[in-house]
């Protein structure tokens, strides 16, 4: 079973709590005006990864924790489901899902309870650029935090929003909340770096 994959990121502090490992699923068709991942919309094969091999490679960094975005990642459950079978959650900061599927869209995801019950938050909600707010793992003000029931993850460590800029094989990627990307983005295009943005 695969998925098709943005990128990957081994190691972030602005998504979630603690030193995390970072997945983005390719392809999403949730159009959210404001976007910070527009080039994730597309649902041609980016990199087709064995879900199996990508969770050895993570257990492997032995992160705490692990964090899921995209693109939407309920867009591909069953390869979702199987990928969080074989990791079994052994983190101790949990994971963390980034959908913009609202809990009542979630719910009739076959998948999705199963998926609910490996994992500890999904931040969901479409983006809406004319509600943001600042003080969150939220990125506006009309998405919520669905907690599994045996969270690892505690609501006090979802109030900040943190920016980082990772050099990786020569290039600057951005990561972290959108309303700081896309200045220090330009900025930094302007001085001459080539950013990948994740
Ligand atoms: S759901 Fe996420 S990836 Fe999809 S359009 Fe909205 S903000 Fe972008």
Redesign the pocket.
Known sequence: MTFNLLGQTPSTFSNGPGNRYMIHLQG?N???KG????E??SFKLKNQVDVFKLAENILEHQPDGLTIS???PFLQAPALLKFLQTLNNPFPKGILI???FYENELQKIPEYSQILSLIDVVISG??DQNQRVYNSMLSSKNQNFIFSENSKIKNEELNGQNFEIIIENEKIKLTGFPILNKNIRKDLEELGFSIEKK
Request: hydrophobic share 20%.
């Open positions: 999403c949730l159009g959210c976007c910070f991942n527009p994730s919309w995209g693109g939407e980034y959908s913009g479409r983006f």
